[in-house]
Every structure is written in structure tokens, then in C-alpha cells.
């Protein structure tokens, strides 16, 4: 089970925490990841390593963490006036935020820090959260939409998995392909 304590939103516990993933920002984009260690994030941030590992466990539960943060989309999808555009749209960028190398590599620490799971959940919640915007939409203009789950079961998983286990090259058609099975187009 992970170490990390429930956080309380502003405060001393979340100056700690946004140091410390700006500290590790900055040191994977100086150092790389291979030369990263705690005492070198905790001296960065201005705490002491035992906050770190109280905190996170470890190395890889904090990377799993920043990940996780750095994931989450910044804004709602793009509304392109129909059902089929935006989900291509948002397909399209998913997939290549998602294959690039830094993306690679956040899926990578999210999974490997993640003893129990909840930041795996996290990463599917923020992708269902997007889907959810773009068929609430839809059905707002009168669209016939499909259910979340078959969005992802559809579209995101396979993303996943070619990512994860079969790393060619994926492209924008292929997540136009994906997205026109799982509407019927």
C-alpha cells in the first residue's frame, strides 16, 4: 500500500508537495532520470529526504506521483461542433501526447510507483472525464452517444496497449480508425 497521506488541498503540505514535483521536474530535465535520487530532490526542494520518503516511500512512488500529475489534462477538449470530430480530435491528441517519449515515460512511472492501483485509476479517470465532455456534448446537440466504458474499451485501451506492449509507430489514422469503430462511421 502506498505511503503517501491523504493531502489537504493549500497549506504547508502542499507547498511540500508542489516543490518537491518541481524538483523533480527540473532535475529529470538536468540530470536524467538514471541520476536521480531523493537526497538530490530533497535538497532541491528545501526539505529534508525523510520528508520524502515519509511522504512518497520512495524513488519510485514519488516518480509515479509526478507522473500522475503531469498527465492530467490541462483543459476541456475542443469543441469541433459534432460527435465524430471531437472525439477524432481529442483521439488524434491523445494518442500522440500519449506515444511521445516523455509520455512513454510518465505512463512507465505512474504504473511502476503504483502499489495499490489508485494511480492507474487516476490516469483512466482523468481520460474519462475528457470522453465524458465530449458525449455530454453530443448528446446536448441531439447526438446519439455511446457509453464512457465502450469509449474507453474502444479507443483508449487500445492506445494503451499498443503504447505499452507493441511500441510501433502509432499514428493519426489509427486513432481515427478506432474512434469510427466505436461510433459506427
Same mark, same amino acid.
Given at each position: 500500500?502506498?505511503?503517501?497521506?491523504?493531502?489537504?488541498?493549500?497549506?504547508?503540505?502542499?507547498?511540500?508537495?508542489?516543490?518537491? %514535483?518541481?524538483?523533480?521536474?527540473?532535475?529529470?530535465?538536468?540530470?536524467?532520470?538514471?541520476?536521480?535520487?531523493?537526497?538530490?530532490?530533497?535538497?532541491?526542494?528545501?526539505?529534508? +529526504?525523510?520528508?520524502?520518503?515519509?511522504?512518497?516511500?520512495?524513488?519510485?512512488?514519488?516518480?509515479?506521483?509526478?507522473?500522475?500529475?503531469?498527465?492530467?489534462?490541462?483543459?476541456? +477538449?475542443?469543441? %469541433?461542433?459534432?460527435?465524430?470530430?471531437?472525439?477524432?480530435?481529442?483521439?488524434?491528441?491523445?494518442?500522440?501526447?500519449?506515444?511521445?517519449?516523455?509520455?512513454?515515460?510518465?505512463?512507465?512511472?505512474?504504473?511502476?510507483?503504483?502499489?495499490?492501483?489508485?494511480?492507474?485509476?487516476?490516469?483512466?479517470?482523468?481520460?474519462?472525464?475528457?470522453?465524458?465532455?465530449?458525449?455530454?456534448?453530443?448528446?446536448?446537440?441531439?447526438?446519439?452517444?455511446?457509453?464512457?466504458?465502450?469509449?474507453?474499451?474502444?479507443?483508449?485501451?487500445?492506445?494503451?496497449?499498443?503504447?505499452?506492449?507493441? +511500441?510501433?509507430?502509432?499514428?493519426?489514422?489509427?486513432?481515427?480508425?478506432?474512434?469510427?469503430?466505436?461510433?459506427?462511421?
Amino acid at each position: 500500500m502506498s505511503r503517501r497521506p491523504m493531502v489537504r488541498p493549500g497549506g504547508r503540505s502542499a507547498r511540500v508537495q508542489e516543490a518537491v %514535483h518541481a524538483a523533480v521536474r527540473d532535475l529529470l530535465a538536468e540530470a536524467g532520470r538514471e541520476n536521480l535520487t531523493v537526497p538530490m530532490i530533497a535538497a532541491r526542494a528545501g526539505v529534508t +529526504p525523510s520528508t520524502v520518503y515519509r511522504r512518497w516511500g520512495d524513488l519510485q512512488e514519488l516518480l509515479s506521483d509526478v507522473a500522475v500529475e503531469r498527465l492530467r489534462p490541462e483543459s476541456a +477538449p475542443d469543441d %469541433h461542433g459534432g460527435l465524430t470530430a471531437d472525439m477524432s480530435a481529442w483521439a488524434e491528441q491523445f494518442l500522440d501526447e500519449m506515444s511521445s517519449p516523455a509520455g512513454r515515460a510518465y505512463i512507465r512511472d505512474a504504473l511502476l510507483g503504483d502499489p495499490d492501483g489508485s494511480n492507474a485509476g487516476q490516469c483512466s479517470a482523468y481520460a474519462a472525464e475528457q470522453i465524458d465532455v465530449i458525449l455530454a456534448r453530443a448528446a446536448e446537440r441531439g447526438e446519439a452517444v455511446p457509453g464512457t466504458e465502450t469509449v474507453v474499451d474502444g479507443v483508449v485501451a487500445p492506445i494503451m496497449y499498443r503504447i505499452l506492449f507493441r +511500441p510501433t509507430e502509432l499514428d493519426a489514422p489509427y486513432a481515427r480508425r478506432l474512434v469510427a469503430s466505436v461510433l459506427g462511421d
